[in-house]
Each structure stands twice: as C-alpha cells, then as structure tokens.
C-alpha cells in the first residue's frame, strides 16, 4: 500500500473533532463517494479505496444521499427493454 503524506492545519482535526487518523478515514471515504458519484470510479474501486467492503461502501453513499446505481433512468429502461 501506498503512503500518502498531506499538510493540513491543526485546525482541520479539531473542527470535525477527529483525530488525524479518523479523519484520514474520513477523507478516505468522502473521496471515494464524490469519485463514484462523478462516475471516475466503480463501486468495487471505491469501496478499496475507502477501505470498505463494498457493503459497507453501498451503506455509506446511503449516509451521504448518493445513489448506487451509476446508470440514468433512461439507460436502465433501455437494459430492461432488451431483457
């Protein structure tokens, strides 16, 4: 695994109350959603990323109102239409 080292202010910690390992999780894991949001990244890719199970990475997007279906209402019909 890869080291990763940031400079952050000692403020950041104390503003989440966190303690910089908590909030490396946190970074983690927000990264992660916002990336599989976007559509950068799979379920699978960012649920590694953030160091969950992909479970618990579908029940963290729930936390954070984010869908874990990646595809529109339209591709979805046209999926099931060719079913």
Request: a negative charge; zero cysteines; proline letters at 4%.
């Amino acid at each position: 695994m890869t080291t990763l080292e940031l400079d952050l202010p000692d403020t950041a910690f104390s503003a989440l109350r966190v303690s910089p390992k908590e909030f490396g999780s946190a970074m983690r894991l927000a990264a992660a959603v916002k990336w599989f949001e976007a559509g950068m990244l799979s379920q699978g890719k960012a649920a590694e990323i953030a160091g969950l199970s992909r479970a618990e990475f579908i029940d963290a997007l729930s936390r954070f109102e984010v869908s874990p279906v990646q595809e529109t209402a339209a591709e979805l019909q046209g999926s099931l239409s060719r079913v």
